[in-house]
């Protein structure tokens, strides 16, 4: 019964006409046609799936596929945009979030930094200025 009060809730905005979403065309659009897009997507799937239920047309059925495909593309969209921005938020400040440091492996990860590697002693630098690199000439 509640399936079909969500049924009935979303049969007036249901758009029957939607052909399969393109990711380029959706690149471009603002958040919130994108979000209106996937709720017009998400009722039409909800209208088609009791379609099935009810024992819609072949057509109807096949159809499902090419909608869930379409929300698919549509959220994909909007995830990317939207880390796309946090990465550039992100790249002036100190700190990133975890999911936008770079993966690499664990050791890797840990591994001293170039400038941590180099840094030396006070008493290492003392041995090194009272005892240089000895220069040898080779005969040719």
């Known amino acids: ?71 698919a593309r549509v959220l994909t969209v909007i995830h990317q945009t939207q880390k796309e921005n946090l990465r550039k938020y992100y790249k002036t400040k100190k700190y990133k979030p975890k999911d936008l440091r770079p993966k690499k492996t664990r050791a890797l990860r840990r591994a001293l930094t170039k400038r941590e590697s180099s840094i030396k002693t006070k008493r290492q630098e003392r041995k090194d200025r009272r005892f240089p690199m000895r220069k040898y000439a080779v005969k040719a």
């Open 1 to 71: 019964a509640e399936y079909m009060g969500l049924f009935f809730r979303f049969t007036r905005t249901v758009n029957m006409a939607t052909v399969k979403v393109r990711a380029k065309d959706l690149r471009g659009k603002k958040k919130e046609d994108l979000m209106k897009q996937l709720l017009d997507l998400k009722t039409e799937l909800a209208s088609l799936r009791v379609a099935k239920v009810t024992g819609g047309a072949a057509s109807k059925l096949s159809k499902i596929r090419v909608v869930r495909k379409s929300i």
